[in-house]
Structure formats: structure tokens, C-alpha cells
């Protein structure tokens, strides 16, 4: 298995393009966001994200010229994902739909992201494509594990917003800075812009990551299930303990998002929305030969006019595994 991918890398690295794609082994990832560590279950209440981040030789051949040939890249990876949102009014126990809070929003959805290198930037092109409304089993899923849990049941889920496509274009951008260190304890910034298309959000963004431990370079990407405060990374396993502590703030402006607007396309409950948005988070990620593990604290700021609180907390768990 190791022969075979060093054989297609090195087929690739002889070819007539210059670029060097990632010659890393494929990577399995979950993500899970949840405000049940802060004692709350409501807003963005919960989050979960499986992905798959594909070696060079997985990926498509159309997709390898595209990267290649049309954007230039230096070194790039596939990332697929499948996950599911869900977003939920303070009142869990109503019936009647609550016009003067938050709508009920489960999202569905798979997504691609295509991360690439060009010199000192790092690039991301993201698409997504899933479901609103009932048919993203967001209802079901909560229940379930409200089941499980032994806690009470949520009643208002016949209210959410109708079905609907989820459809969403983004795109991202970086120029990591080394702040101070050589390669054995090292503090980098990623200062990060980035663009957003769609009904699951319209709007621009601009932040930086912080992030300080020893060999920063390839190690493993803090992956979000909302890719709000996730610049572009490309990860490299190693065979080596790895960790850093990293630390970062997004702002955004943000014209349509249908967890807070609702449907766009039929009539739904919504909220008045909050343009300017902020987010924060703090966190340690440390990893060793195949396995990575992540744990962090998301704050974030007021996103409906309805929010009772000025900021909403998270906590969140990144578990990861290298096929080889």
C-alpha cells in the first residue's frame, strides 16, 4: 500500500506540470458543536460533521487538472464531508410556532472543499449541497438523543421552515505568518478573508487563527462544521506527537442566512437578523502517528435581533484517523 501511493506521488511530482501535490494518506475526521457543555439548548444548538480528506491519487483526474492547469496550485487536497446542523428556538416545549423567537432549521447537507497552494497562500473553494426543512431528520435526530439523554422531548419541530435546497459556494484565503520560532516551538498567524454564496449564507468574513507549538507546519486542520473560523490548511501526517493551542476571531457580514431568514424561496417563520457578526474560539488539537484529537470553545456573538443573550457558547470535539 505505502509502494503504491509513493508510486502514484512520484508519477505525479514527474509530470509536466510543476505542481507538488500532498502525497498524504486519507484521513477520516468528526466533528461535533454543541451548547450542551454550557447548559444551554437553543440557537445553534447542535453540529455534526464527518469528512474525508482524499490523498492525491483519490482524487478525481478532472479535479487534479483543475487545480493543476486552471488555478495553478503548488499542492493541493480533497476534502468531502456529510453533516447536519440544527438550530432551535429557547422554547423546546411549545406546540404553537413562536413568532417572537428564532425558527426551528435543520439543514442536511455533503459538501466538497478543493484546498490548494500558490505560493505563500493558501486557497479553499467549498460547495455545498443538501436540505432545510423536515427532510434533514434534524427533529429526529434531537429527539433521539433527548431519548437517550433521559431529557425532555422537543415539541416544536412541526413549525420549522418548509423543505427546501440548501445550496451554498464559498470561498476562502490565507497567508500564514511565522511570528516567532524556527520549526521547534513555533506561533504562526493565519489572517483569512473570505466570500459566501447561498441560501445557507450570503455575506463576507474576515479573521486570524493564533496558534503556538512545536512543528506547526502540516499539522492536522481544526475542521469546523460551520467553516466560519477555519482558514485553508493543507494537513501532512506525521509519525511524531504533535499539539498546538490556537485561538482566533471572525467577523462577518452576513446579508441571508436561512437558519435565521428562513425559506427563501416559500413563505416561513423568520427573525430579524443581525448584519454584523462576530465569533471566537480557543482550543488545543494534539496528534500522534495516525490519531488526532481536538477540543475547543466557540463564543459567538448575537446573530437575530429575537437572541435573548449577547453571545451564545459552544463547545466543540474533533476526532481524526490516517487510513495509513
Not at 473570505?194 to 463576507?204: D, E, H
Not at 462544521?225 to 490548511?233: A, H
Request: net charge neutral; with cysteine.
Amino acid at each position: 500500500m505505502h509502494r503504491s501511493l509513493l508510486l502514484i506521488c512520484g508519477i505525479i511530482l514527474a509530470g509536466p506540470t510543476l505542481a507538488r501535490p500532498v502525497c498524504a494518506a486519507g484521513t477520516f475526521s468528526f466533528t461535533f458543536e454543541n451548547d450542551i457543555a454550557f447548559g444551554t439548548d437553543r440557537e445553534y444548538s447542535n453540529g455534526g460533521l464527518f469528512t474525508y480528506t482524499a490523498d492525491v491519487g483519490q482524487a478525481p483526474g478532472f479535479l487534479r487538472r483543475f487545480a493543476i492547469e486552471d488555478l495553478g496550485a503548488e499542492a493541493f487536497q480533497l476534502r468531502y464531508g456529510v453533516g447536519q446542523r440544527m438550530y432551535t428556538p429557547i422554547n423546546k416545549t411549545a406546540t404553537e410556532p413562536l413568532f417572537d423567537e428564532r425558527p426551528y432549521v435543520g439543514l442536511l447537507f455533503g459538501q466538497i472543499d478543493l484546498n490548494f497552494e500558490k505560493g505563500t497562500t493558501v486557497h479553499r473553494l467549498s460547495a455545498l449541497l443538501g436540505v432545510f426543512g423536515p427532510a434533514a431528520l434534524a427533529g429526529r435526530t434531537q429527539n433521539f438523543f433527548h431519548r437517550l439523554a433521559n431529557t425532555e422531548r422537543v415539541e416544536g419541530w412541526a413549525n420549522q421552515i418548509r423543505n427546501e435546497p440548501a445550496l451554498n459556494l464559498n470561498y476562502d484565503v490565507t497567508r500564514p505568518v511565522r511570528l516567532a520560532g524556527e520549526t521547534a516551538l513555533d506561533l504562526d498567524a493565519e489572517p483569512f478573508i473570505g466570500l459566501a454564496f447561498g441560501n445557507v449564507s450570503t455575506g463576507v468574513r474576515a479573521g486570524f487563527v493564533l496558534r503556538f507549538g512545536p512543528y506547526l507546519d502540516g499539522q492536522p486542520t481544526a475542521v469546523s462544521v460551520r467553516s466560519r473560523l477555519e482558514p485553508p490548511r493543507l494537513f501532512r501526517p506525521s509519525d511524531s506527537l504533535r499539539w498546538h493551542v490556537h485561538a482566533g476571531f471572525v467577523g462577518e457580514a452576513e446579508a441571508y442566512s436561512s437558519t435565521v431568514d428562513g425559506n427563501l424561496f416559500r413563505s416561513s417563520q423568520s427573525a430579524p437578523d443581525k448584519t454584523l457578526q462576530w465569533e471566537s474560539r480557543a482550543g488545543v488539537m494534539a496528534s500522534i502517528g495516525r490519531y488526532w484529537l481536538g477540543l475547543s470553545t466557540t463564543i459567538q456573538s448575537r446573530q437575530h435581533q429575537l437572541q435573548d443573550k449577547a453571545t451564545h457558547k459552544l463547545g466543540e470535539v474533533r476526532l481524526g484517523i490516517s487510513l495509513f
